[in-house]
């Protein structure tokens, strides 16, 4: 299958000087959509980067005007179907902007690959004409690519200002902070505070480590499935900007289960009271953890923090050995 693929492309060195225009019209067509889909999804959340992405489609959009002129009057009205595609060993472009998340920092690093590559392809298409009128327009789009790093700067002076910077740099953060810290956090509070009780009372009744590891993985596991598929089904970031409802599921689902694995891991240790105080150790060094991260992520006053993590985990903790001693 993958050899019928490769013999289907076409070798660079192969194309004729109309297959040449051709292929850097198509290829200006594409990076100027891809441009115009940056702006329009980033419009929303990041509108000075916007307003860069629109003023790149606009110049991808002129250079494409100027092939199409220079084409037509070459080889006529009839612009041959020949894309990036076709093409073997032609560089491709990864479709980030078919993400449903879009970073920003990948955006703008996507942007500068598009553009050296650009400058690229006009380096060796001009090695494979001898029309002077077609070598000095792909030299002058060489050129124009090769600037369009320092044009993209000039527009980012232009539109992001300090001010502007910040208020993008503060909107990424949150979205971090909606996506990634909070259903995680939430994750291990769950985990971490859920899964004492069922593991300390299977300690205290049992008193045998291997069989206390079990429930604490079983526990561990269940919650942390249970967490992440009710966080991905809660909400699908559309409307509250949370992001992707995948990716807040197995970020809550992965931290609830570190959470309960903390505390049964030590009972992989055959002693049970060495295995029980490890426990117990990790028990509060996990507690005090969470209050720090709700005080660090989530600007929660620390003591408040502390009341609702560590006050509440040690009651959780304590009924466990209670229930599990009677």
Avoid: C, N
């Avoid at 494979?128 to 690519?145: F, Y």
């Amino acid at each position: 299958m993958l050899a019928r693929v490769l013999s289907s492309k076409r070798d660079f060195s192969s194309l004729s000087e109309r297959e040449i225009l051709a292929l850097a019209i198509s290829s200006e067509e594409e990076d100027g959509r891809i441009y115009a889909a940056y702006a329009d999804r980033l419009r929303s959340d990041y509108p000075a980067s916007a307003a860069i992405f629109e003023g790149m489609a606009a110049e991808e959009d002129e250079h494409r005007r100027k092939l199409i002129d220079l084409y037509t009057e070459k080889f006529g009205a009839h612009i041959v179907p020949i894309r990036r595609e076709h093409v073997r060993g032609f560089f491709t472009r990864k479709p980030v902007w078919l993400m449903s998340e879009l970073d920003i920092e990948i955006v703008r690093a996507q942007a500068r690959d598009m553009e050296q590559g650009a400058a690229r392809f006009y380096a060796e298409a001009i090695k494979r004409t001898a029309d002077s009128a077609i070598r000095k327009l792909l030299g002058d789009l060489e050129r124009e690519e090769r600037g369009h790093e320092r044009a993209a700067e000039a527009l980012e002076t232009a539109h992001l200002d300090p001010q502007a910077r910040e208020t993008e740099q503060q909107s990424a953060h949150k979205k971090f902070l909606l996506t990634y810290v909070q259903p995680g956090l939430a994750g291990l509070m769950d985990g971490s505070v859920s899964t004492l009780a069922p593991i300390f009372a299977a300690a205290f009744a049992t008193g045998d480590t291997w069989t206390t590891f079990l429930v604490g993985l079983a526990a561990s596991v269940g919650a942390g499935i249970s967490m992440g598929f009710t966080e991905a089904a809660s909400d699908d970031g559309r409307l509250t900007g949370r992001g992707s409802p995948v990716k807040r599921g197995f970020a809550s689902g992965i931290m609830t289960t570190i959470g309960g694995l903390g505390h049964a891991l030590p009972y992989l240790i055959a002693d049970f009271w060495t295995a029980t105080t490890i426990a117990t150790i990790v028990v509060f060094i996990e507690l005090w953890a969470i209050a720090y991260i709700q005080k660090r992520f989530m600007d929660t006053p620390f003591w408040r923090a502390v009341l609702q993590v560590v006050l509440g985990g040690s009651l959780v903790f304590a009924a466990g050995i209670l229930i599990g001693s009677a």
